[in-house]
């Protein structure tokens, strides 16, 4: 992760341990929503946790900070993150 970013073994090794933790803790499994502004990322927050917790518009940003919402599915708790888009450096 030296450019910053972390390679697909290492977010799925940094997974792993998370889910791990939080079996051992009963602490809730984090779940980070990630993708390119605008596609729904909130919309789906909003499904998942069958809430209307995060603001969904056509404008693009509307997002900008970090919104969670914890959720127990069959007594496992699960803390899901809703973020803002990611876009590449040279893009910003």
């Given at each position: 992760?030296?450019?910053?970013?972390?390679?697909?073994?290492?977010?799925?090794?940094?997974?792993?341990r998370?889910?791990?933790?939080?079996?051992?803790?009963?602490?809730?499994?984090?779940?980070?929503?990630?993708?390119?502004?605008?596609v729904?990322?909130?919309?789906?927050?909003?499904?998942?946790?069958?809430?209307?917790?995060?603001?969904?518009?056509?404008?693009?940003?509307?997002?900008?900070?970090v919104?969670?919402?914890?959720?127990?599915?069959?007594?496992?708790?699960?803390?899901?993150?809703?973020?803002?888009?990611?876009?590449?450096?040279?893009?910003?």
């Amino acid at each position: 992760a030296t450019d910053g970013f972390y390679s697909d073994e290492e977010a799925r090794e940094a997974a792993r341990r998370d889910a791990e933790l939080s079996q051992e803790e009963d602490l809730p499994l984090r779940v980070a929503i990630l993708g390119k502004p605008n596609v729904g990322k909130s919309s789906l927050l909003n499904r998942l946790t069958r809430s209307e917790r995060a603001i969904v518009s056509d404008i693009a940003g509307t997002t900008r900070d970090v919104i969670d919402q914890d959720v127990k599915v069959d007594g496992k708790r699960y803390l899901f993150l809703d973020t803002a888009g990611v876009r590449r450096a040279a893009r910003v």
